[in-house]
């Protein structure tokens, strides 16, 4: 189950994103591209990050799906959410993790680890 196991995390870009991070809201349709996924074990956000709809991912991982610092990308576990991408912070680099707050996680239906 992709929930234990991890996630599937795709670059895709649209016009809006609701802050709320509620996928009943982010047009899915309108994807203009969808072109990597790659599988990242899940971890709690740290503080500083509740509460403000992003995830953070190391550098190889932004690389292989081709996206910088504040673009969206589509969280799959047994739903679908929209995330805003930010950099990883050092001690995670390398580790293929994600780290997302409560919200996300329970919106994307994973859990950590």
Known sequence: MKAK???NLE?????????IC???SLPLKGRAEMNS??????EEARQIDF???????DMKSMKELD???????????????????????RSDEGKGIIRMDGLLRKNAGVSIG
């Open 22 to 24: 509620d996928s009943s």
């Open 67 to 89: 996206v910088s610092s504040g673009d969206t990308v589509l969280i799959t576990g047994s739903k679908q959410i929209g995330a805003i991408v930010m950099p990883a912070y």
């Open 51 to 57: 509460g403000r709809c992003i995830v953070r991912i």
């Open 37 to 42: 996924k790659i599988k990242l074990r899940v």
């Open 11 to 19: 670059k895709f870009k649209f016009h809006i994103f609701n802050a």
């Open 5 to 7: 196991n991890g996630l």
